[in-house]
């Protein structure tokens, strides 16, 4: 019975199997030669007790390695049908049987061991057995202690990019001081350099030396669009592109600049507005061309720019402030909520999810070429007669160049072939696949819908006995009637307006209803700039990633290392050799040479009295007697 006051049963060890018995006393450290009363298993019974070894699996070998393993598998098998074939001592016939492969095979080291050993490994199923490994057991492991390895990735993972040389020596000094036990054991600066290109990863390396957005850029994960599944008209994806064109326009050269909408799915062009200043009014502009001509789009693809993000455009996205004044503002529907189309804008600073961007170089290389003023996208691209043809005042006009670059856009690049990521469409012209893949188009009622929806808006503003006003280029332009006076004074209300036609706008309540339509008092055209812009969610993946990069950096860096650490470690440097010269005594010159600021005066001054009288003797000699006069 135990200690529980259950019976247990004991079963001598002697009454088991011989292969338990061997099993037991293994597991509990006892070897059968200790055993003298312990049985003698048989051979089949041993046999059955040793475990055959686990082989790695052969897609675990290098290729060199794998051909090796065929080589000697097959010279095995004729090893053994050369055995079986022939009569005589098996002694004879192995040491002939090598003596043939180190004739075929003279740079592999053979003997009759080797042919055992091989023998043995395969019979095991040990591949690994079967490769030579000498010279590998080391290779690429280092005796580098961590806490050594560890300070210099300290030193050297800086955003300051210090010279892996500097950190090494640092290192070197950090370890006497603070780990002197270690010292003698760090090893080479080309140990480090290895190391480093080895087991430090490229993200690692980026984070730690360039920075954040610099890892990001090169490293992290980013988003591939797939196109296959998408419609025309689905996306539009706008930016601005500055023309490489000197134009004129009668008095100065400058550059134009072209605010473009492209189709995603075919690569079209479709909406274009040549402008001295992008702005929120161009973009305006280039979208109601686009409207006219192809529709209007569900998506828009933007980036943070002020010409894209106004409040009355798109919103203001990350742009908003969160301040009290901006608590319970009016917020007019803006231009894109009232056409129904929905806007995305680009992560910050991410150029690669604009594919526009890859058509504007088409723009460069296929139309801003074509002009003789081509100034080029840099010092290295400007054309060495460029200067030459702007003195004899080449170069198109800003309405001709306008004119030239609508019209190649339209007919000219617009039918260049498709070569997308959708292969199935690659060699046709854009605008068939354009065609091909619009399956439904949004198309304003008129004219006169179009102009209402892409109407600006203002902020909400009380109406005063004056009327409403609108702020444009630093004037206030009036507007009203005695009946919208009389019925909304001291009210809020939003106004919408074009800005090519201030003649009137279209007064607003804050429930979007519309009131009137109000005369100007004084009538101007007048332009405007302004910018709009709404941040996109940061993709999960990305953070993800950049969140396992600053992990696995703080993982590899000694946590004690600090920024200041190198320039106090150069610092007790330095005054340890300031403390050691004012100790040491040297020898005196043989010669010392004394420099004096001694100045010698031009005038010199005059030894005695000065003797009127014989200068005034002298001068009567030279004149031959006294002059009365």
């Given at each position: ?513 519309f009131l009137a339509q109000l005369p100007a008092d004084n009538k101007a055209v007048l332009t405007y700039r302004a910018g709009a812009e709404q941040i996109k969610e940061a993709q999960r993946s990305i953070r993800g990633f950049e969140k396992k990069v600053g992990e696995a950096m703080a993982?590899?860096?000694?946590r004690e290392i600090e920024p200041t650490t190198r320039l106090a470690l150069a610092l007790e440097e330095a005054q340890a050799n300031m403390d050691r010269r004012d100790g040491e005594t040297r020898p005196a010159p043989k010669l010392i040479e004394l420099q004096s600021a001694y100045e ?30």
């Amino acid at each position: 019975m135990n200690s529980n006051n259950r019976p247990e049963y004991a079963i001598p060890l002697s009454a088991l199997p011989a292969e338990a018995q061997l099993r037991y006393h293994a597991r509990h450290g006892m070897q059968t030669a200790e055993r003298p009363d312990a049985p003698k298993p048989d051979a089949q019974s041993v046999a059955c007790t040793a475990l055959p070894r686990a082989s790695r699996p052969l897609d675990n070998f290098s290729a060199a390695e794998r051909a090796e393993i065929g080589w000697w598998i097959e010279t095995l098998a004729q090893w053994h049908t050369c055995r079986s074939g022939k009569s005589g001592g098996a002694a004879q016939i192995d040491e002939a049987f090598v003596s043939l492969l180190r004739q075929a095979n003279p740079d592999r080291p053979l003997s009759v061991k080797t042919l055992y050993r091989k023998d043995k490994a395969l019979r095991e199923n040990r591949l690994e057995g079967l490769v030579d490994s000498r010279g590998k057991a080391r290779r690429g492991k280092s005796a580098m202690d961590e806490t050594v390895w560890q300070t210099f990735l300290g030193f050297y993972l800086d955003l300051r990019q210090p010279p892996a040389l500097a950190c090494y020596e640092d290192t070197v000094r950090y370890v006497r001081k603070h780990y002197p036990e270690l010292a003698d054991g760090i090893p080479s600066y080309g140990t480090f350099l290895r190391h480093v290109e080895r087991d430090v990863p490229v993200a690692v390396r980026e984070l730690g030396r360039s920075g954040k957005k610099a890892m990001r850029d090169r490293c992290a994960p980013y988003v591939h669009r797939v196109y296959d599944n998408m419609d025309s008209n689905e996306v539009w994806v706008a930016d601005n592109h500055t023309f490489d064109i000197i134009s004129r326009n009668g008095e100065t050269t400058h550059r134009l600049y072209l605010t473009a909408f492209l189709d995603a799915r075919s690569g079209i062009f479709t909406g274009v507005y040549v402008t001295t200043t992008p702005s929120s009014q161009s973009t305006v502009i280039a979208l109601r061309r686009g409207i006219q001509r192809y529709g209007i789009p569900e998506m828009i693809y933007v980036d943070n720019g002020r010409e894209f993000l106004t409040f009355d455009l798109g919103g203001l996205g990350h742009r908003a402030k969160n301040s009290k004044a901006s608590e319970g503002r009016h917020d007019p529907p803006t231009i894109l909520q009232r056409l129904g189309i929905e806007m995305i804008n680009a992560q910050v600073r991410n150029a690669r999810a604009k594919i526009i961007e890859r058509r504007f170089l088409d723009v460069k290389n296929r139309i801003s070429r074509l002009f003789e003023s081509f100034t080029g996208g840099n010092v290295l691209e400007k054309p060495e007669n460029l200067e030459r043809l702007l003195r004899a005042g080449k170069g198109p006009t800003d309405k001709e160049l306008t004119e030239a670059v609508e019209l190649l856009l339209e007919g000219y690049l617009n039918e260049q072939p498709y070569g997308g990521a959708v292969s199935k469409d690659r060699g046709k012209p854009r605008v068939q696949v354009y065609h091909e893949n619009l399956h439904c188009k949004r198309v304003p009622k008129n004219e006169e819908d179009l102009s209402l929806m892409l109407m600006r808006s203002t902020r909400a503003r009380k109406v005063d006995r004056a009327g409403v006003y609108l702020t444009m280029g630093g004037t206030r332009l009036y507007y009203r009637t005695d009946e919208f006076v009389l019925h909304y004074q001291n009210k809020q209300v939003y106004l919408r307006y074009d800005p090519l036609d201030l003649s009137h706008v279209r007064a607003y309540d804050l429930e979007d209803r519309f009131l009137a339509q109000l005369p100007a008092d004084n009538k101007a055209v007048l332009t405007y700039r302004a910018g709009a812009e709404q941040i996109k969610e940061a993709q999960r993946s990305i953070r993800g990633f950049e969140k396992k990069v600053g992990e696995a950096m703080a993982s590899m860096t000694l946590r004690e290392i600090e920024p200041t650490t190198r320039l106090a470690l150069a610092l007790e440097e330095a005054q340890a050799n300031m403390d050691r010269r004012d100790g040491e005594t040297r020898p005196a010159p043989k010669l010392i040479e004394l420099q004096s600021a001694y100045e010698q005066p031009v005038l010199k001054a005059a030894v005695g009295d000065i003797d009127l009288d014989r200068m005034i003797h002298n001068m009567i000699d030279e004149n031959g007697g006294y002059d009365d006069e």
